[in-house]
């Protein structure tokens, strides 16, 4: 069978080897029941990621999506250190790691491998990919099935976000990982879907439903053509339909919060975009599978 020319810094063994020395982190982990509030790590800025977890709790999140990129709240090349300890802050903290997110578009880049493997072994069963349409080339779907292949090595998934703009469109998102392991691949779906500006239709959401295991959400107007980000529920984001949809297709994925939106009081207005996502949730999903705060 085909794999991927594995061209990481960690090679399949010392992968394995390094992860097995937190599978007891991962065995104490409990499988989320319904919906998982998440704040995308680099929207607290300047907080690192040792202080994450206590901080994530008081603004009133279940739990946190790392990014794992130069940048990022994980370094790739200090991952075998600073991404176990990224997982244990929010653990000790009571919280969930359900998702992390990579800008990761080939199997073939330095640290595919370890980054996936260490998230696999950790628990962080969703890790969301940056195949973009903005990025597409005629290696794309190759690479989608290398990433899918060293995500079941690692018993994780990788996800493709699906939106507008420069992302895959569901229908093509779900086009591109069609032929692929859907224990391996799936999709991210962004909440721009759901904005009137979009060009999506409901029936490409409802075709990609089955594929989705996260969603991604952030709100926005567009004047004279510019994006402008907001607030969430201060755009023009329909929420209510959002959640309707993943409601009844029993959605029961992380939903990552991300702030673009500039602000003199991050914790104040994290913790508002916190209060709102509660209120749509408590709308879309009977009290019995809300997940408790």
């Known amino acids: 069978m085909w794999g991927p020319s594995p061209k990481s810094r960690l090679s399949r063994r010392q992968a394995l080897l390094l992860a097995a020395a937190v599978l007891p982190l991962r065995a104490e982990r409990i499988k ?6 998440c704040v995308l790590s680099d929207a607290l800025t300047g907080v690192w990621y040792a202080q994450i977890g206590e901080i994530v709790q008081q603004l009133g999140y279940d739990g946190v999506d790392f990014t794992m990129m130069r940048g990022g709240a994980v370094e790739p090349d200090k991952s075998p250190v600073d991404e ?4 244990e802050s929010v653990h000790g903290a009571g919280l969930e790691c359900p998702i992390a997110t990579t800008i990761l578009v080939s199997p073939n880049e330095p640290w595919a491998r ?3 493997a260490l998230a696999g072994m950790t628990g962080v069963g969703l890790i969301r990919c940056g195949l973009k349409r903005s990025n597409a080339s005629v290696s794309t779907h190759q690479n989608a099935f290398g990433l899918a292949y060293f995500a079941h090595e690692y018993k994780t998934t990788v996800l493709v ?6 992302l895959y469109s569901p229908g093509d998102a779900r086009q591109l990982i069609a032929s692929l392991d859907p224990q391996s691949i799936g999709l991210a779906l962004n909440s721009d879907c759901f904005a009137e500006t979009s ?6 959401i409802e075709a990609a439903l089955p594929f989705v295991r996260a969603a991604v959400v952030s709100d926005f107007v567009t004047k004279d053509g510019v994006r402008e980000s907001k607030p ?3 755009g023009s984001v329909d929420f209510a339909r959002m959640f309707g949809t993943l409601a009844k297709a029993d959605f029961r994925g992380p939903i990552t919060v991300e702030r673009h939106y500039k602000t003199p009081d991050e914790p104040g207005m994290l913790t508002k975009d916190a209060e709102f996502m509660r209120e749509q949730m408590r709308a879309a999903w009977p009290p019995t599978r809300q ?3």
Not at 199 to 204: K, Q, V
């Open 199 to 204: 060009g999506i239709t409901a029936g490409e």
């Open 161 to 166: 976000e699906a939106g507008s703009g420069g």
């Open 32 to 37: 989320p029941k319904g919906p998982i509030l």
């Open 232 to 234: 969430l529920g201060k």
């Open 114 to 116: 370890n980054l996936l």
């Open 84 to 87: 176990v300890r990224a997982f």
């Open 291 to 293: 997940p408790a705060r």
